[in-house]
Nanobody, 124 residues
């Protein structure tokens, strides 16, 4: 049984930074791709960033490219999302997810397990 627990959300001013963490239990992080998604108020869940099982490849939504950075610490079985230059439109509940495969595609349909989410609020 794989479980994911996110943390690190909070309230931050525009231009600030946050680092989200996702601790993976039940399976090694190197067994599958991982993704970060977010769901703004009243909107659908959307892809933010993904990292493959080897950690050698990452991909980002255009809206966060060059501001957000996904990385992992295999020794801690943890995936991170470093978020810099935050904007009010980044306000959302952020979820990490485990892919069905070694890759980290953009569709929510490709993910088997989800965390409970952590809320990020960016004030202007």
């Amino acid at each position: 049984q794989v479980s994911l627990v996110e943390s690190g959300g909070g309230l931050v001013q525009a231009g600030g930074s946050l680092r989200l963490s996702c601790v993976v239990s039940g399976r090694a992080l190197t067994s599958y791709g991982m993704g970060w998604f977010r769901q703004p108020p009243g909107e659908e869940r959307e892809f933010v960033a993904g990292i493959t099982s080897t950690g050698s490849s990452t991909n980002y939504a255009d809206s966060v490219k060059d501001r957000f950075f996904i990385f992992r610490d295999v020794s801690k079985n943890t995936v991170y999302l470093q978020m810099d230059s935050l904007k009010p439109e980044d306000t959302a509940v952020y979820y990490c997810a485990r892919s069905y495969t070694l890759s980290a595609y953009r569709s929510t349909n490709n993910y088997a397990t989800w965390g409970q989410g952590t809320r990020v609020t960016v004030s202007s």
